[in-house]
């Protein structure tokens, strides 16, 4: 996959560049705002990203500009899916402290989020009771995966740890059975990985689903 940009400098003026993801034919448009002086750019922060809510709509990260971000790949029928329930719980806990958690739901880890957009929503709010932003279900790896997945990974690869070592062959074939490419070295392993993101725009951690959602909070309240 290779980015290919479409825009113009002037100066020390702002440029805006627009980035052309082409995949399989397909030409995925985002924006991304950088400033050059001095020969320096700012680098690309999650608030030139967009998700599109469950109605299709598309939403500006930067809504969320100034927060803390616990961005989640989820699934409603996975052995991982009671993490709802802690998520909620840091949710009201710290949301007046400045935390929002972006719940992008995902079926490409064993067909386990197989549900509309509506369907997926009503689960997770009757039985969890959630209250938190839930985008439409989308893919994070391969070559329809969102481009704010694509700068995630890019940020924070996986460094192991996703599932026990005995599991690793039978998790594997549930992907690939489910996935028609192979996955990549960085890519999202299994539902419920998060990747946690400061006030200033920038991916501070990644944690694969087996990480106590304990110790995620605690990663939380450092960074409010």
């Known amino acids: 996959m290779t980015p290919t940009m479409v825009g113009a400098t002037r100066g020390d ?3 805006l560049t627009t980035f052309a993801l082409k995949r399989n034919d397909t030409n995925i448009y985002y924006s991304k705002q950088h400033y050059k002086h001095k020969s320096k750019r700012v680098m690309a922060t999650v608030y030139d990203f967009n998700l599109k809510d469950k109605k299709g709509n598309e939403v500006s990260l930067e809504t969320y500009k100034g927060k803390v971000l616990l961005i989640v790949n989820t699934a409603t029928g996975c052995g991982f899916t009671p993490q709802y329930e802690d998520l909620e719980a840091m949710y009201r806990s710290l949301k007046d402290k400045g935390l929002e958690i ?25 039985k969890f009771g959630t209250d938190f932003p839930q985008f439409k279900k989308s893919d994070v790896n391969g070559a329809n995966e969102l481009p704010l997945y694509t700068w995630l ?15 690793a062959a039978i998790m594997e074939d549930l992907y690939n059975k489910a996935n ?6 960085n ?11 400061n006030r200033e725009g920038e991916v501070v951690a990644r944690f694969e689903p087996t990480v106590d959602c304990k110790e995620v909070q605690k990663a939380v309240e450092a960074e409010l």
Not at 153 to 167: H, N, P, T
Request: some cysteine; glycine content about 8%; hydrophobic content about 30%.
């Open 187 to 197: 890519d999202i392993q299994w539902n419920f990985t998060k990747f946690l993101v």
């Open 102 to 126: 972006l719940d992008v739901p995902c079926d490409q880890f064993g067909h386990q989020a197989p549900g509309t957009d509506e369907e997926i929503h009503e689960f997770c709010t009757a």
């Open 153 to 167: 990974k890019s940020q924070k690869g996986y460094d192991g740890g996703a599932y026990e070592e005995k599991l």
């Open 13 to 15: 003026m702002p440029f």
């Open 180 to 185: 028609s490419e192979p996955r990549k070295q």
